[in-house]
């Protein structure tokens, strides 16, 4: 089964760090550009960071380079965000997606959470 | 990042047809592939097309899209209840290196 699995959210404190996982299966996860995609409560879809398949290129929104970093262990098939200075408007579930393939993101997880509150 | 222009709502009723456009200021969709996305309340978003035009296997052809101009347009025919939802468009900007989502049209079938 073609499959995403995120973890690693929770609650935070403003200025805390957290380390988002996703475990791919079902697909050529070495192969595939994957990415972080987050959707504040109530809003639209934001995305977050993309990685190459080989892990070298990276590439970030404006709204979190500098704090988030994204990366990737093939032989575990599994991506990685890891989130520090969080804010408050850093509150959104988090999903992991295979892609953008020719712009699309062809596989969803089904979300992980972040709250920042104090 | 600049994002694509969505209509907060469309609605009709059942069986009827509703029109959800995508458009932006500047060459993104014309110079990249537009995709479309459908996220049921609750649930994660799922690829409905993709290549502008296309849809992967157990999309129904109710869903069809085009794309002219800077601007891209979701189809959705014979209007079911199952279809109410959250559709998004996107495309990554080439020249940003960053990738852009419209701002979400929630469906709604009357």
């Known amino acids: 089964e073609v499959q995403l699995v995120e973890s690693g959210g929770g609650l935070v404190q403003p200025g805390g760090s957290l380390r988002l996982s996703c475990a791919g299966s079902?697909?050529?996860?070495?192969?595939?550009?994957m990415s972080w995609v987050r959707q504040a409560p109530g809003m639209g879809l934001e995305w977050v960071s993309s990685?190459?398949?080989?892990?070298?290129?990276?590439y970030y929104a404006d709204s979190v380079k500098g704090r988030f970093s994204i990366s990737r262990d093939n032989s575990k098939k599994t991506l990685f965000l890891q989130i520090n200075t969080l804010r408050v408007e850093d509150t959104a579930a988090y999903f992991c997606?295979?892609?953008?393939?020719?712009?699309?993101?062809?596989?969803w997880g089904q979300g992980t959470k972040v709250t920042v509150s104090s | 990042q600049s994002v694509l222009t969505q209509p907060p709502s469309v609605s009709a009723a059942p069986g009827q047809k509703v029109t959800i456009s995508c458009s932006e200021s500047?060459?993104?969709?014309?110079?990249?592939?537009v995709s479309w996305y459908q996220q049921l309340p609750g649930t994660a978003p799922k690829l409905l097309i993709y290549?502008?035009?296309k849809r992967p296997s157990g999309i129904p052809d109710r869903f069809s899209a085009s794309k002219s101009g800077t601007s891209a347009t979701l189809d959705i025919t014979g209007l079911q209840t199952g279809d109410e939802a959250d559709y998004h468009c996107?495309?990554?900007?080439?020249?940003?290196?960053?990738?852009?989502f419209g701002t979400g049209t929630k469906v709604s079938v009357l």
């Open positions: 290549d502008n035009n």
């Open positions: 990685i190459s398949d080989g892990g070298v290129n990276k």
């Open positions: 997606a295979k892609g953008p393939d020719r712009g699309a993101f062809g596989i």
């Open positions: 996107g495309t990554w900007d080439s020249s940003l290196s960053a990738y852009v």
């Open positions: 500047s060459s993104k969709i014309g110079s990249n592939y």
């Open positions: 079902g697909f050529s996860f070495s192969s595939s550009v």
